[in-house]
């Protein structure tokens, strides 16, 4: 079979015929496992039995979704066995029946972390550890005092930065960091003493990961989305965020420097221009740019990536920007920025280095001589 024309050949000698007889005994037994776990759910066998089969069969293919909406119906059921056997039970005052559904409930969903966090160890970008993950924790919201739910999700801030530091580009691990973020600053978990917002703390975060990776579009894709929290937050006036922008705009511009074909470098750029461009400049960093200011930035910005050509006029990413910065100045002005003379040389050379994408190419060649 081929994937992306490339024929999937196996690199090792051919299988004996004992590893494929080894092969097959396997194949059965995992065959069987499913039947005994589908019959089970279909008897409605919700135990500590079929939860064991689930786990069984999730250590050798977590990516069987359905196997894990099974085992949500089954810990569902378990947890208001839980419910039910403690409040009928004649042994214990009240408060003490509370204490020990709480300590039950907080050992199962414990008990299923510990079993996640060893799948994630070998298979960090399985959606499904990560789905089956955050539901655990959300039935700690649902099903535990304030107090005890919110140890479960600082311990899981805690994992999840330990499991960044380790792969730092895992996007699934960077939205999931978001995800328990928000939880974390939600009403349903502030217990009174925590700030509101975590947005500078994650945005010191991000600062620190780019410091190690600079081709980290995670972090800078997260970074774009505090920025406006933060100023927000702060109740910025239009002095404070221009300031801001400057500031990014310096720290990308040195980033590009020292990496110019690094396409998350250019990515966060294409987010900070958009305060140049007044349809779009509503989610900027300074959405209130004067016309006057965005005209003089656009100057700036042309002049500082023509200076870049010099060190990297093989970089298609240089060339795309500074048509779009050109494009945006005659929006604005209505006539094309003095750097623009080069315009025609800017998109031939584009269309030489970007082959595959001639027809965006000659489209973008129409809207020019249109402009």
């Known amino acids: 079979m081929a994937s992306h024309g490339v024929s999937r050949i196996s690199d090792g000698p051919p299988k004996t015929d004992d590893a494929r007889k080894v092969e097959l005994q396997k194949i059965q037994i995992y065959q069987e ?3 005994r776990v589908v019959r089970a759910v279909q008897e409605q066998a919700f135990t500590l039995d079929t939860l064991q089969l689930t786990t069984k069969l999730l250590k050798d293919n977590p990516e069987y979704y359905t196997i894990w909406n099974y085992r949500r119906r089954i810990l569902q059921q378990m947890f208001y066995d839980m419910h039910k056997s403690i409040s ?5 005052t009240e408060s003490t029946s509370e204490e020990i559904k709480i300590g039950m409930i907080k050992d199962r969903i414990s008990d299923d972390l510990r079993l996640l966090e060893r799948l994630l160890r070998e298979y960090p970008k399985c959606y499904w550890i990560w789905n089956h993950r955050s539901w655990l924790l959300q039935q700690s919201v649902n099903l535990l005092p304030r107090k005890d739910s919110r140890l479960f999700w600082d311990r ?3 994992l999840v930065g330990k499991m960044l530091a380790r792969d730092n580009r895992n996007f699934h691990g960077w939205g999931y960091r978001r995800k328990v973020v928000a939880a974390l600053e939600s009403k349903e978990l502030r217990t009174g003493h925590e700030a509101t917002t975590m947005a500078r703390e994650e945005f010191d975060y991000t600062t620190r990961m780019i410091k190690v990776d600079l081709s980290n579009f995670s972090a800078w894709h997260y970074r774009s989305k ?7 937050r702060d109740t910025a006036d239009d002095g404070q965020r221009k300031a801001v922008l400057d500031e ?7 980033s590009l420097y020292a990496d110019p074909d690094d396409q998350s470098l250019w990515s966060y750029y294409q987010y900070m221009i958009t305060a140049f461009d007044p349809p779009r400049a509503k989610t ?3 959405p209130n740019l004067t016309k006057t200011e965005r005209v003089e930035y656009l100057k700036k910005e042309l002049e ?9 006029d093989d970089c298609k990413w240089i060339y795309q920007t500074l048509i779009q910065l050109a494009m945006t100045f005659k929006k604005l002005t209505f006539e094309w920025p003095e750097q623009a003379q080069e315009i025609g040389s800017w998109l031939t050379e584009l269309q030489k280095l970007d082959p595959l994408r001639s027809g965006r190419w ?3 060649e129409k809207v020019i001589s249109k402009a």
Request: charged share 30%.
């Open 33 to 35: 496992l499913v039947e």
């Open 88 to 92: 009928q039970s004649e042994d214990h």
């Open 156 to 158: 899981e801030f805690a």
């Open 226 to 232: 505090l920025i406006p929290r933060m100023l927000d």
């Open 248 to 254: 990014e705009l310096r720290w990308i511009q040195h």
């Open 284 to 286: 900027a960093i300074a």
């Open 304 to 312: 500082k990536y023509l200076e870049l050509l010099d060190i990297a």
């Open 362 to 364: 000659n489209d973008l």
